[in-house]
């Protein structure tokens, strides 16, 4: 018996498309409306006041499914006002989602996962010591924004792939889900707001920049010693530095735009001015925009972020170099909301 497609996964030309499928002629706008009704207005069915005629309606319900997720717990961190939620899917699988508030009184943006669970095992990320479970459908990814959506206390205008899991080791779902989002009649999200992050998958990355997809691409560079590099994400044994920096050429000239790179800044780790002089040699014919995230690990052992001298000689030894830099705040660490502390456990805090 063939499944059943997942309403939250669709566009309206989807909709359109499955609905021909089941012999069941549909306008545009009756998809635009039925789609609004339910993402974009985060509905739940259709109600005595139907989006479309009950024919088009109950056509759609008893063709496609709407599973709900389960929002196992949800833990606020009261200094910084991020929120994070475990959701558990209807198999039981667990991963997590994060609200986080944005510099705009009343604005926020959502973190998503993309898988429950990862396998690229970086050595400072508490998912990649859980190992991968399974990879996320796209339905998940939009029920989880959703979820989150509807308790934020403003609005939602942006989206984040960078929970649990590598987006682009699961590149078709989150893909697909990033259109939802960012469609009209799905999240209504602008695709320039829609981040999605790597550790360097360089096949996938080149197969983004071919497709050019809108959304913003963020890769973990880190540091550029080789085998430093292997050290902390151990994909980086699968791609030397030089067909990783091949592949975001290929990027730059596909997206018009900086490449935007991510730091895990460790302290005496990957700060000094061989890092610099490393990124130059690698990177410094490409525009680039660096983010610097301090490395969060809740390990009595384990990586500590630098101090603020340290970060800040390392910034504007970037900074000389004529790259846009920007120190990303990672919050909601007394909740283990924060980047690398998802782990699909409950809150450490009361």
Request: aromatic share 6%.
């Amino acid at each position: 018996m063939t499944e059943l497609p997942h309403i939250l996964e669709m566009t309206p030309d989807d909709l359109i498309f499955h609905m021909q499928t089941c012999a069941v002629p549909m306008q545009p706008g009756e998809a635009r409306r039925i789609l609004s009704h339910i993402i974009s207005d985060g509905r739940d069915g259709f109600p005595d006041r139907r989006p479309v005629a009950s024919r088009l309606s109950d056509a759609v319900a008893a063709t496609t499914v709407r599973t709900p997720l389960v929002v196992a717990e949800r833990a606020d961190d009261p200094s910084d006002k991020f929120v994070k939620y475990l959701l558990q899917a209807p198999d039981g699988a667990l991963f997590e989602a994060v609200r986080i508030p944005l510099e705009k009184a009343d604005t926020f943006t959502v973190c998503l996962s993309t898988q429950s669970g990862c396998a690229m095992a970086c050595a400072f990320c508490a998912t990649g010591r859980l190992g991968l479970r399974r990879s996320l459908a796209a339905w998940e990814m939009v029920s989880a924004f959703l979820t989150v959506r509807s308790e934020a206390p403003g609005r939602v205008t942006g989206a984040v792939f960078m929970g649990q899991g590598e987006p682009l080791a699961n590149f078709d779902a989150t893909i697909r889900a990033a259109r939802v989002l960012s469609d009209p009649c799905g999240g209504r999200i602008k695709a320039e707001s829609i981040s999605i992050s790597t550790v360097g998958i360089v096949p996938a990355i080149r197969r983004y920049a071919r497709e050019r997809h809108p959304y913003r691409l963020i890769v973990s560079l880190t540091t550029t010693d080789p085998a430093k590099r292997q050290a902390l994400l151990p994909v980086a044994a699968q791609w030397s530095l030089d067909e990783l920096a091949l592949a975001l050429r290929e990027y730059a000239a596909s997206c018009e735009d900086r490449v935007t790179v991510a730091w895990v800044t460790i302290a005496g780790v990957n700060t000094g001015d061989d890092e610099v002089s490393g990124l130059y040699r690698l990177l410094g014919n490409l525009p680039l925009r660096v983010n610097l995230v301090e490395v969060n690990d809740a390990r009595p052992d384990g990586f500590k972020a630098p101090g603020r001298v340290e970060l800040d000689r390392f910034r504007d030894a970037l900074k000389a170099k004529g790259w846009p830099v920007v120190r990303r705040y990672s919050g909601g660490v007394a909740v283990h909301a924060a980047c690398g502390m998802l782990a699909s456990v409950r809150a450490l805090c009361p």
